[in-house]
Nanobody, 121 residues
């Protein structure tokens, strides 16, 4: 069974930085798109950043210039470097990967369990 394990969440003050990481378990033959989503209390889940296999990156407008997404396919890991954090960045962040398990002939979408990021003074 494929798992995506996230680490790096926590509580910080405005202006500080955090780096989230998400590593996929072994047993995968290929990973296509990877992404980070977030969901704040009372709000819908939103796409924060995504990165394709060819490393084309996209960001939601509110994080452009502050967040950076990157990946390492050998390590099966995607990172989200978050700088200049703001209180409105407070949310549960979840990683997402479109991948092909070794036990399957097709790609499918997998989610991590989510990690809390709290930005408060």
């Amino acid at each position: 069974q494929v798992q995506l394990v996230e680490t790096g969440g926590g509580s910080v003050q405005p202006g500080e930085s955090l780096t989230l990481s998400c590593t996929a378990s072994e047993g995968i033959s290929g990973i296509d798109n990877m992404a980070w989503y977030r969901q704040a209390p009372g709000k819908q889940r939103e796409l924060v950043a995504s990165i394709t296999y060819g490393e084309v990156k996209k960001y939601t407008n509110s994080v452009k210039g502050r967040f950076t997404i990157s990946r390492d396919d050998v390590k099966r890991t995607v990172w989200l470097q978050m700088n200049s954090l703001k209180p409105e960045d407070t949310a549960v962040y979840s990683c997402n990967a479109y991948l092909q398990p070794l036990t399957s002939d097709v790609y499918s979408t997998w989610w991590g369990q989510g990690t809390q990021v709290t930005v408060s003074s």
